[in-house]
């Protein structure tokens, strides 16, 4: 199927392919360059491929759920003392 690229850059994806991907107006799209092709996916579908890797990649590192879960909260922690320093010292946190 070809697409052409308007003067400003911009394609208009035909309907049968928004429909196939259920994609609607105002959606987002994550666009690169992979193997010297252009590839264009739904955000959601991005977002769920980085999910499914960032699971991989804690799988593949031993981590258990415990450790991750306590790693989170003592980052969230230090992000609070460095942003709030007022209110984790009232808090002693």
């Not at 991907?21 to 360059?33: K, T």
């Not at 759920?65 to 992000?79: C, D, F, K, P």
């Amino acid at each position: 199927m070809r697409i052409a690229l308007r003067e400003k850059r911009q394609v208009t994806l035909p309907a049968n392919l928004c429909r196939e991907l259920n994609l609607e107006p105002g959606d987002l799209l994550d666009a690169a360059v992979e193997d010297g092709k252009l590839v264009i996916r739904p955000a959601r579908k991005a977002a769920l491929d980085a999910l499914k890797e960032l699971q991989r990649a804690v799988h593949d590192s031993g981590v258990t759920l415990e450790e991750l879960l306590e790693g989170g909260r003592q980052v969230r922690q230090e992000i609070f003392r460095e942003t709030y320093p007022e209110l984790a010292e009232k808090y002693d946190l």
